[in-house]
Protein backbone atom coordinates (compact mmCIF):
# COMPACT_ATOMS: atom_id res chain seq x y z
CA UNK A 1 0.00 0.00 0.00
CA UNK A 2 1.31 3.23 -0.99
CA UNK A 3 0.11 6.43 0.82
CA UNK A 4 0.75 10.15 0.29
CA UNK A 5 3.30 11.61 2.87
CA UNK A 6 1.03 14.07 5.06
CA UNK A 7 2.22 16.24 7.88
CA UNK A 8 -0.96 15.93 10.12
CA UNK A 9 -0.86 12.43 10.09
CA UNK A 10 -5.12 12.22 9.62
CA UNK A 11 -5.96 8.67 9.29
CA UNK A 12 -8.94 9.85 7.06
CA UNK A 13 -6.66 11.44 4.53
CA UNK A 14 -4.41 8.81 4.65
CA UNK A 15 -7.32 6.36 3.53
CA UNK A 16 -8.68 9.04 1.30
CA UNK A 17 -5.30 9.09 -1.08
CA UNK A 18 -4.03 5.56 -0.62
CA UNK A 19 -4.33 2.96 -3.51
CA UNK A 20 -4.13 -0.74 -3.32
CA UNK A 21 -2.34 -3.18 -5.51
CA UNK A 22 -3.62 -6.95 -6.67
CA UNK A 23 -0.90 -9.57 -6.56
CA UNK A 24 -0.58 -9.18 -9.78
CA UNK A 25 0.46 -5.71 -9.63
CA UNK A 26 -2.51 -3.84 -11.36
CA UNK A 27 -3.74 -1.30 -8.77
CA UNK A 28 -7.09 -0.72 -7.56
CA UNK A 29 -8.29 2.60 -6.40
CA UNK A 30 -10.92 2.66 -3.60
CA UNK A 31 -13.20 4.35 -6.32
CA UNK A 32 -13.91 1.42 -8.52
CA UNK A 33 -13.70 -1.57 -5.85
CA UNK A 34 -16.75 -3.11 -5.51
CA UNK A 35 -19.61 -1.58 -2.67
CA UNK A 36 -22.27 -2.77 -0.68
CA UNK A 37 -24.09 -0.28 -3.14
CA UNK A 38 -23.07 -2.46 -6.21
CA UNK A 39 -24.12 -5.56 -4.63
CA UNK A 40 -27.76 -4.83 -3.56
CA UNK A 41 -28.52 -2.93 -7.33
CA UNK A 42 -27.16 -6.16 -8.63
CA UNK A 43 -24.32 -4.45 -10.36
CA UNK A 44 -21.86 -7.09 -9.16
CA UNK A 45 -21.97 -10.95 -10.47
CA UNK A 46 -22.03 -13.02 -6.80
CA UNK A 47 -21.30 -15.52 -8.47
CA UNK A 48 -17.58 -14.25 -9.44
CA UNK A 49 -17.22 -14.87 -5.38
CA UNK A 50 -17.27 -18.54 -5.88
CA UNK A 51 -14.06 -20.03 -6.07
CA UNK A 52 -15.42 -22.40 -8.85
CA UNK A 53 -17.11 -19.79 -10.97
CA UNK A 54 -16.63 -19.63 -14.61
CA UNK A 55 -15.62 -23.24 -14.70
CA UNK A 56 -19.18 -24.13 -16.86
CA UNK A 57 -18.51 -27.75 -18.32
CA UNK A 58 -14.95 -28.18 -17.35
CA UNK A 59 -16.18 -28.97 -13.50
CA UNK A 60 -16.10 -32.87 -13.20
CA UNK A 61 -18.92 -33.85 -10.42
CA UNK A 62 -18.60 -37.08 -8.05
CA UNK A 63 -20.48 -40.03 -8.62
CA UNK A 64 -21.86 -41.66 -5.94
CA UNK A 65 -22.93 -45.27 -6.09
CA UNK A 66 -25.40 -44.81 -3.01
CA UNK A 67 -28.64 -45.63 -5.03
CA UNK A 68 -26.97 -48.96 -6.99
CA UNK A 69 -28.95 -51.68 -6.79
CA UNK A 70 -27.00 -55.58 -5.87
CA UNK A 71 -25.71 -56.64 -8.87
CA UNK A 72 -26.07 -60.38 -7.64
CA UNK A 73 -28.02 -62.66 -10.18
CA UNK A 74 -31.37 -62.91 -9.21
CA UNK A 75 -31.76 -59.70 -7.07
CA UNK A 76 -33.68 -57.79 -9.87
CA UNK A 77 -36.95 -58.02 -8.38
CA UNK A 78 -39.87 -55.86 -7.95
CA UNK A 79 -38.42 -54.56 -4.85
CA UNK A 80 -34.73 -53.33 -5.55
CA UNK A 81 -31.76 -53.90 -3.37
CA UNK A 82 -28.67 -52.46 -2.52
CA UNK A 83 -26.88 -55.18 -0.25
CA UNK A 84 -27.77 -57.26 2.52
CA UNK A 85 -27.14 -53.90 4.71
CA UNK A 86 -30.83 -52.66 2.94
CA UNK A 87 -32.58 -56.10 3.04
CA UNK A 88 -30.90 -56.24 6.97
CA UNK A 89 -32.35 -52.40 7.93
CA UNK A 90 -36.01 -52.17 5.79
CA UNK A 91 -36.75 -55.98 6.03
CA UNK A 92 -36.45 -55.68 9.82
CA UNK A 93 -38.24 -52.49 10.22
CA UNK A 94 -40.78 -53.29 8.20
CA UNK A 95 -42.05 -56.53 9.89
CA UNK A 96 -41.53 -55.13 13.38
CA UNK A 97 -44.07 -52.44 12.61
CA UNK A 98 -46.25 -54.69 10.99
CA UNK A 99 -46.03 -57.09 13.45
CA UNK A 100 -46.76 -53.89 16.05
CA UNK A 101 -49.52 -52.99 14.33
CA UNK A 102 -51.23 -56.68 13.74
CA UNK A 103 -50.69 -57.59 17.51
CA UNK A 104 -52.55 -54.06 18.46
CA UNK A 105 -55.58 -54.94 16.36
CA UNK A 106 -55.80 -58.14 18.26
CA UNK A 107 -55.35 -56.69 21.61
CA UNK A 108 -58.10 -54.52 20.46
CA UNK A 109 -60.28 -56.50 19.39
CA UNK A 110 -59.59 -59.11 23.04
CA UNK A 111 -59.45 -56.18 25.08
CA UNK A 112 -62.96 -54.84 23.80
CA UNK A 113 -64.39 -58.36 23.87
CA UNK A 114 -62.76 -59.73 27.46
CA UNK A 115 -65.84 -59.83 30.14
CA UNK A 116 -65.57 -57.46 32.79
CA UNK A 117 -66.78 -57.54 36.55
CA UNK A 118 -68.37 -54.12 36.54
CA UNK A 119 -69.94 -52.33 33.28
CA UNK A 120 -67.64 -49.13 33.32
CA UNK A 121 -65.84 -47.48 30.71
CA UNK A 122 -62.67 -46.69 32.42
CA UNK A 123 -62.51 -50.87 33.48
CA UNK A 124 -63.01 -51.38 29.47
CA UNK A 125 -60.50 -48.53 28.14
CA UNK A 126 -57.76 -49.89 30.76
CA UNK A 127 -58.61 -53.51 29.35
CA UNK A 128 -57.93 -52.91 25.75
CA UNK A 129 -54.85 -50.78 26.47
CA UNK A 130 -53.54 -53.71 28.49
CA UNK A 131 -54.34 -56.07 25.56
CA UNK A 132 -52.64 -53.79 22.90
CA UNK A 133 -49.70 -53.51 24.61
CA UNK A 134 -49.06 -57.21 25.76
CA UNK A 135 -49.77 -58.60 21.97
CA UNK A 136 -48.45 -55.64 20.10
CA UNK A 137 -45.37 -55.53 21.66
CA UNK A 138 -45.15 -59.75 21.94
CA UNK A 139 -45.72 -60.14 17.90
CA UNK A 140 -43.95 -57.11 16.50
CA UNK A 141 -40.63 -58.39 18.07
CA UNK A 142 -41.00 -62.05 17.38
CA UNK A 143 -41.87 -60.57 13.70
CA UNK A 144 -39.07 -58.40 14.38
CA UNK A 145 -36.34 -61.11 15.58
CA UNK A 146 -37.56 -63.61 12.68
CA UNK A 147 -36.91 -60.90 10.11
CA UNK A 148 -33.54 -60.08 11.49
CA UNK A 149 -32.39 -63.73 11.49
CA UNK A 150 -33.95 -64.37 8.09
CA UNK A 151 -32.60 -61.64 6.27
CA UNK A 152 -28.87 -62.55 7.53
CA UNK A 153 -28.96 -66.05 7.11
CA UNK A 154 -30.83 -65.35 3.56
CA UNK A 155 -27.79 -62.81 2.79
CA UNK A 156 -25.11 -65.29 3.69
CA UNK A 157 -26.87 -67.80 1.55
CA UNK A 158 -26.89 -65.99 -1.52
CA UNK A 159 -23.44 -64.79 -0.92
CA UNK A 160 -22.33 -68.54 -0.60
CA UNK A 161 -23.86 -69.46 -3.66
CA UNK A 162 -23.63 -66.63 -5.59
CA UNK A 163 -26.95 -66.14 -6.65
CA UNK A 164 -30.55 -64.79 -5.00
CA UNK A 165 -33.68 -67.15 -5.82
CA UNK A 166 -36.44 -68.49 -4.30
CA UNK A 167 -34.32 -71.92 -3.28
CA UNK A 168 -32.32 -69.96 -1.41
CA UNK A 169 -34.78 -67.93 0.42
CA UNK A 170 -36.86 -70.98 1.87
CA UNK A 171 -33.53 -72.47 2.98
CA UNK A 172 -33.26 -69.45 5.05
CA UNK A 173 -36.96 -69.33 5.74
CA UNK A 174 -36.48 -73.40 7.31
CA UNK A 175 -33.09 -72.41 9.17
CA UNK A 176 -34.93 -69.38 10.81
CA UNK A 177 -37.85 -71.10 11.90
CA UNK A 178 -35.83 -73.87 13.66
CA UNK A 179 -33.75 -71.66 15.22
CA UNK A 180 -36.79 -69.95 16.64
CA UNK A 181 -38.56 -72.97 18.21
CA UNK A 182 -35.13 -74.84 18.54
CA UNK A 183 -35.92 -74.84 22.64
CA UNK A 184 -39.55 -76.04 22.48
CA UNK A 185 -38.54 -79.19 21.42
CA UNK A 186 -38.10 -81.13 17.77
CA UNK A 187 -41.80 -81.11 16.66
CA UNK A 188 -42.67 -77.63 16.98
CA UNK A 189 -38.98 -76.31 15.42
CA UNK A 190 -40.01 -78.29 12.32
CA UNK A 191 -43.44 -76.72 12.53
CA UNK A 192 -42.10 -73.78 12.28
CA UNK A 193 -39.45 -74.50 9.98
CA UNK A 194 -41.95 -75.83 7.48
CA UNK A 195 -44.24 -72.36 8.41
CA UNK A 196 -41.40 -70.05 7.81
CA UNK A 197 -40.11 -71.64 4.61
CA UNK A 198 -43.43 -71.29 3.07
CA UNK A 199 -43.72 -68.11 3.83
CA UNK A 200 -40.24 -66.83 2.37
CA UNK A 201 -41.70 -69.18 -0.73
CA UNK A 202 -44.49 -67.13 -1.34
CA UNK A 203 -42.92 -63.79 -0.63
CA UNK A 204 -40.32 -64.40 -3.26
CA UNK A 205 -42.44 -65.82 -5.59
CA UNK A 206 -44.65 -62.71 -5.12
CA UNK A 207 -41.65 -60.42 -5.81
CA UNK A 208 -40.60 -62.17 -8.95
CA UNK A 209 -43.92 -61.91 -10.63
CA UNK A 210 -45.14 -58.51 -10.00
Known sequence: MDSSSSSSHDPTE?????????????????????????????????????????????????????DKTSDLPGSG???????????????????????????????????????????NS?????????????RGTFIGNSAGVLALVYNGINSSIDGIRGRHDTVGSMAAGALTGALYKATAGVRPALAAATFVSALAGVWSYVKRSV
Not at 28 to 44: C, H, M, R, Y
Not at 122 to 134: E, H, Q, W
Request: proline fraction near 6%; charged fraction near 20%; charge should be neutral.
Open 14 to 66: TLRNATFARSGGVPVSPESAVTASDLLLGQFDPTKLHPMAGLGDKLDYLLLDD
Open 77 to 119: TAIPSRGWSDDLCYGTGTMYLSGLALGGVWGLREGARRPLAAS
Open 122 to 134: RLRINSVLNSVTR
